[in-house]
């Protein structure tokens, strides 16, 4: 992976600034606090975004600021991916709101946890990265200052753990910790089925008791069933007599229901003839009274007449507007003539030459203007009189229209009136056919009751017969009741004995398959036990020890090139605890000086990076190297050695952040930064 490009907005001390990357050893150069860690930030940000605990929103985006963003632009195997990521102010706090990434042209808009998904497939971390912290990243490309002396000087239990997990080693430490869950719950399960198989003998013993005991129900039951077939034939007998009684009966009571139906019906047809001939009555005075209202001639034309007055009516209203409006013009240019004449009187001296106006002037002013007033009041007289007769004539317009619309409702009236009349007649002449048609319904009603009643009295005597039958039936029931309840007493019996060998069928099944298990899981205690953790034990010792021998030469080879001395020598305790000897003796981390300190921090850090990349040889960081102040308290004689660090690193890309001038010579590339007013800039 290779940085190309980063564009910041409100990020920290940036407003808005770019900056490119370019290959080789490129240097971050400026004053302490000028932004030139705020830049890696950002990358950090724009890779993984922000993490609780490591990179807060708060900590990124500029003070004052309601949004901001990074756009980062780097390659990877040729191919170009540029990534954004954003922040926002909100009344929860800084939030990451979704960004996008592009890859070889291709953009997508994603959420935050998708952006880094997408990051970490195209870096090849291992996808656990996704919600633990990024150690690979951390500790091969960009380690803070803070984070490394954390490392060195923190609790040997924390530096080992944190050591684990960045080697992935920490995953035979979990397999043996699973291992002993697993142990614990095959000890379990071993225990259970030694209990499950202990009844497993006696279980065989009793099914076969329950089987003799099966064949003698059912022999009994075969007896019962011989019984009851004789006796169901009785009934089925009876049963048929019965069912021809039943049918019988219901066409009785059919003959009954038709006959109360027959008797309503003759009576609802001589309420309805009773109610018709009362609205006959009503109807027929009606008619009368409607025929003498009805006026529907003498109309003819009115609504031609309405429309020729209402067109009249808009054109006379139309001409009156216009001869007002005509007037009030003359009128307003009357006015203005004797203002201007009143003007002109009064006045002495021309208000823009202020020079004298004489008496001839004004006097030809006001004659001129006095024709006009003349001619005006003369035009007024025209228009009044105008407006008079054309007021006149819409009045006596308006009343003919009012008085032709009067008539035309009336004459709706009479029209309204006539439809009313004729659909009454139409109602008379359907009542009259209805009376015809009810005394011809009736007629055929009273001879079908004269049949019903004679159907009636030839089935008198069924429903005696009926109950002495059913009596009969009842008594071959309560035999044969109790000739089905000793079958299904013993077929009771037989299905409990069938389900008792079923049950122990199925329990001596199940045992014996938790035989076999418990075969099973007494070999695998004795696997897990005598041999699994065992090995993994042995795995992770050699690999540790050779990771320890690795990083250990690793880490004298960047010290010695860094110091150059036989007087200091370094190597790593068990622990991956740098110990420090000094002519011979063993000194404490803290008793060194300012550049020992740092050329110490470094190596570790060296050996880090070239360790995780040996081990994790397929992630896409391993061209890529940032060193934060890496000559912290360096003299200058430690600051040329680095020169020779650089060339041993062999990376295509080597971004180092210092305000150190001297390294400006042995770099490839320098990028200043300054700070002026609270705001960072490129220079």
């Not at 009012?402 to 009236?413: C, H, L, V």
């Not at 068990?574 to 300012?594: A, C, V």
């Amino acid at each position: 992976m290779l940085l190309r490009k980063i564009r910041l907005k409100n990020i920290r001390s940036y407003i808005e600034q770019e900056l490119v990357f370019p290959d080789g050893v490129t240097l971050l150069s400026g004053d302490i606090g000028s932004g030139k860690s705020t830049i890696l930030l950002a990358v950090d940000f724009a890779l993984f975004g922000i993490r609780r605990g490591e990179l807060s929103g708060s900590a990124l985006l500029r003070n004052g600021a309601n949004e901001g963003f990074v756009i980062l632009n780097f390659s990877i195997d040729e191919k170009d991916v540029i990534i954004k990521r954003t922040l926002k102010k909100t009344v929860n706090g800084i939030v990451q709101n979704s960004g996008y990434i592009t890859l070889n042209d291709i953009t997508q808009e994603l959420t935050p946890v998708e952006l880094k998904q997408r990051i970490l497939d195209i870096i090849n971390y291992p996808p656990e990265m996704l919600t633990k912290k990024s150690l690979i990243y951390r500790y091969t490309v960009y380690t803070p200052q803070e984070e490394m002396k954390l490392i060195l000087l923190g609790d040997k239990e924390y530096r080992i753990e944190t050591l684990r997990r960045v080697f992935n080693i920490d995953r035979y430490k979990r397999i043996k910790e699973n291992s002993k869950i697993v142990l614990n719950e095959v000890k379990q399960k071993k225990k259970e089925y030694l209990l499950l198989v202990s009844d497993l003998e006696s279980k065989r013993l009793k099914i076969k008791e329950i089987e003799l005991e099966l064949i003698k129900v059912k022999d009994k039951i075969e007896i019962n069933k011989k019984r009851l077939e004789a006796s169901s034939s009785l009934i089925a007998i009876k049963k048929q007599v019965i069912t021809d009684f039943e049918q019988n009966i219901a066409k009785l009571n059919e003959f009954r229901n038709e006959l109360e139906i027959v008797n309503h019906s003759i009576k609802s047809k001589d309420e309805l003839k009773l109610r018709i001939l009362n609205q006959l009555n009503v109807l027929e005075k009606q008619v009368l009274d409607l025929s003498g209202s009805i006026k529907i001639s003498g109309f003819e034309g009115l609504k031609e007449k309405i429309i020729q007055n209402e067109k009249f009516l808009d054109t006379l209203d139309k001409e009156l507007r216009e001869i007002t409006n005509k007037r009030v013009e003359t009128k307003s240019k009357k006015l203005n003539s004797e203002e201007i004449k009143s003007k002109i009187t009064n006045l002495d001296f021309c208000p823009l030459c202020r020079q004298g106006v004489f008496q001839e002037h004004k006097h030809e002013v006001s004659k001129r203007e006095d024709e006009l007033i003349k001619k005006f009041e003369s035009d007024l007289d025209i228009f009044y009189k105008k407006e008079n007769d054309m007021v006149l004539k819409i009045k006596q317009l308006k009343e003919d229209l009012q008085n032709y619309r009067s008539q035309e409702k009336e004459y709706e009236i009479s029209k309204v009136r006539f439809a009313e009349l004729e659909a009454k007649k139409d109602i008379i002449k359907g009542l009259k056919k209805e009376q015809e048609d009810i005394e011809l319904l009736v007629r055929e009603i009273l001879l079908k009751k004269t049949n019903l009643e004679d159907d009636i009295f030839k089935l008198k005597d069924i429903e005696i017969n009926y109950k002495s039958a059913k009596n009969e039936l009842d008594i071959l029931l309560d035999e044969q009741k109790k000739l089905e309840l000793g079958v299904a007493l013993f077929n009771k019996d037989y299905d409990l004995l069938n389900k008792d060998i079923i049950q122990i069928r199925s329990e001596i099944e199940y045992k014996e398959k938790a035989k076999e298990k418990l075969d099973y899981y007494i070999k695998l205690q004795d696997w897990l036990d005598g041999f699994f953790v065992n090995l993994v034990d042995l795995i992770e010792r050699k690999i540790m020890l050779k990771l320890h021998n690795d990083f250990n030469l690793l880490f004298q080879k960047w010290f010695s090139m860094l110091m150059d001395n036989d007087i200091i020598k370094v190597k790593l305790d068990e622990e991956f605890t740098p110990l420090i000897e000094q002519n011979s003796h063993d000194i404490e981390y803290e008793n060194l000086s300012g550049g020992e300190k740092t050329a110490c921090a470094l190596a570790y850090r060296l050996a880090l990076n070239h360790v995780i990349n040996t081990i994790m040889s397929s992630v896409n960081t391993k061209d890529l190297i940032i060193l934060d102040e890496p000559t912290d308290g360096f003299s200058s004689e430690q600051l040329d050695k680095i020169r020779g660090v650089l060339s041993e690193l062999n990376m295509r890309q080597v971004i180092i952040v210092s305000h150190e001038s001297k390294i400006e010579s042995f770099v490839d590339n320098i990028i200043r930064i300054k700070k002026d007013g609270h705001v960072s800039s490129i220079s």
